[in-house]
Protein backbone atom coordinates (compact mmCIF):
# COMPACT_ATOMS: atom_id res chain seq x y z
CA UNK A 1 0.00 0.00 0.00
CA UNK A 2 1.33 3.03 -0.61
CA UNK A 3 1.85 6.18 1.87
CA UNK A 4 -1.43 8.10 1.01
CA UNK A 5 -3.43 4.68 1.31
CA UNK A 6 -2.33 4.49 4.76
CA UNK A 7 -2.40 7.90 6.12
CA UNK A 8 -5.98 7.71 4.97
CA UNK A 9 -6.80 4.36 6.77
CA UNK A 10 -5.06 6.17 9.66
CA UNK A 11 -7.69 8.94 9.67
CA UNK A 12 -10.87 6.92 9.18
CA UNK A 13 -9.99 4.76 11.94
CA UNK A 14 -9.67 7.89 14.68
CA UNK A 15 -12.50 9.64 13.18
CA UNK A 16 -13.97 5.79 14.07
CA UNK A 17 -12.71 5.98 17.13
CA UNK A 18 -14.11 9.73 17.99
CA UNK A 19 -17.25 9.08 16.82
CA UNK A 20 -17.25 5.72 19.43
CA UNK A 21 -16.52 7.79 22.29
CA UNK A 22 -19.05 10.75 21.60
CA UNK A 23 -21.86 8.13 21.26
CA UNK A 24 -20.27 6.83 24.60
CA UNK A 25 -20.30 9.91 26.22
CA UNK A 26 -24.13 10.76 25.18
CA UNK A 27 -25.08 7.25 26.34
CA UNK A 28 -23.07 7.34 29.53
CA UNK A 29 -24.60 11.29 30.14
CA UNK A 30 -28.22 10.03 29.13
CA UNK A 31 -28.34 7.14 30.99
CA UNK A 32 -26.74 8.96 34.09
CA UNK A 33 -29.44 11.93 33.75
CA UNK A 34 -32.25 9.41 33.77
CA UNK A 35 -31.19 7.33 36.30
CA UNK A 36 -29.51 7.58 39.88
CA UNK A 37 -30.69 9.12 43.18
CA UNK A 38 -31.66 12.60 44.04
CA UNK A 39 -32.39 14.21 47.93
CA UNK A 40 -35.65 14.51 48.79
CA UNK A 41 -39.00 12.95 50.62
CA UNK A 42 -41.57 10.86 48.87
CA UNK A 43 -45.15 9.87 50.41
CA UNK A 44 -46.20 6.80 48.59
CA UNK A 45 -48.22 5.02 51.48
CA UNK A 46 -51.18 5.38 49.08
CA UNK A 47 -49.91 3.61 46.33
CA UNK A 48 -51.66 1.19 44.64
CA UNK A 49 -48.58 -1.18 45.02
CA UNK A 50 -45.16 -1.32 47.02
CA UNK A 51 -42.65 -3.16 45.63
CA UNK A 52 -39.88 -3.52 47.87
CA UNK A 53 -36.35 -3.97 45.74
CA UNK A 54 -32.64 -4.58 46.78
CA UNK A 55 -30.21 -1.67 46.89
CA UNK A 56 -28.05 -3.13 44.08
CA UNK A 57 -31.09 -5.31 42.28
CA UNK A 58 -31.33 -4.13 38.27
CA UNK A 59 -34.57 -2.48 38.95
CA UNK A 60 -33.05 -0.03 41.16
CA UNK A 61 -30.34 0.78 38.95
CA UNK A 62 -32.62 1.59 35.73
CA UNK A 63 -34.87 3.90 37.51
CA UNK A 64 -34.64 7.43 39.14
CA UNK A 65 -35.09 7.34 42.79
CA UNK A 66 -35.81 10.51 45.71
CA UNK A 67 -33.87 9.32 48.45
CA UNK A 68 -34.51 10.43 51.91
CA UNK A 69 -31.02 10.02 54.08
CA UNK A 70 -29.72 10.25 57.44
CA UNK A 71 -25.79 11.34 57.09
CA UNK A 72 -22.94 11.77 59.01
CA UNK A 73 -20.98 15.06 59.49
CA UNK A 74 -18.79 14.60 56.89
CA UNK A 75 -21.26 13.42 54.36
CA UNK A 76 -21.95 9.50 54.75
CA UNK A 77 -24.89 8.18 54.64
CA UNK A 78 -25.72 6.13 57.69
CA UNK A 79 -29.10 4.92 56.64
CA UNK A 80 -32.27 5.67 54.64
CA UNK A 81 -34.84 5.00 52.03
CA UNK A 82 -35.35 5.46 48.02
CA UNK A 83 -38.59 5.62 46.63
CA UNK A 84 -39.29 5.84 42.71
CA UNK A 85 -42.87 5.97 42.05
CA UNK A 86 -45.32 5.31 38.48
CA UNK A 87 -48.12 7.11 38.34
CA UNK A 88 -51.58 6.36 35.96
CA UNK A 89 -53.88 8.24 34.21
CA UNK A 90 -54.28 12.03 34.20
CA UNK A 91 -55.03 12.31 37.46
CA UNK A 92 -51.39 11.60 39.05
CA UNK A 93 -52.53 8.41 40.69
CA UNK A 94 -49.82 6.84 42.49
CA UNK A 95 -49.58 3.56 40.76
CA UNK A 96 -47.02 1.40 42.21
CA UNK A 97 -44.02 2.67 44.43
CA UNK A 98 -40.54 1.20 44.03
CA UNK A 99 -38.98 0.92 47.30
CA UNK A 100 -35.12 0.25 49.03
CA UNK A 101 -33.65 0.74 52.08
CA UNK A 102 -30.15 2.22 51.38
CA UNK A 103 -27.12 0.94 53.43
CA UNK A 104 -24.91 2.96 55.45
CA UNK A 105 -21.71 3.56 54.01
CA UNK A 106 -18.50 0.67 54.69
CA UNK A 107 -16.32 2.07 56.95
CA UNK A 108 -17.35 0.35 60.18
CA UNK A 109 -14.59 -2.63 59.25
CA UNK A 110 -14.23 -3.99 62.68
CA UNK A 111 -17.17 -6.83 63.69
CA UNK A 112 -16.93 -5.08 67.48
CA UNK A 113 -18.06 -1.61 66.24
CA UNK A 114 -20.32 -1.97 63.10
CA UNK A 115 -22.87 0.92 63.22
CA UNK A 116 -21.42 4.53 62.12
CA UNK A 117 -22.49 7.06 64.08
CA UNK A 118 -23.50 10.75 63.04
CA UNK A 119 -20.31 12.01 64.17
CA UNK A 120 -18.21 9.45 61.86
CA UNK A 121 -17.01 7.55 64.64
CA UNK A 122 -18.10 3.21 64.85
CA UNK A 123 -20.19 2.16 67.53
CA UNK A 124 -21.30 -1.08 68.93
Request: aromatic share 12%; proline share 2%.
Amino acid sequence: MSKRKLHQKGESELAGFFLLLVVCYGLYWWWSSEHGELDGIVKYDDCREIIYLKENSFQAKTKSFTCSLMRTEKGLVMSGECVHIDYAGEGKVCKTAYVYQKKQASVCKNPKFPVLGQDDQCYQ
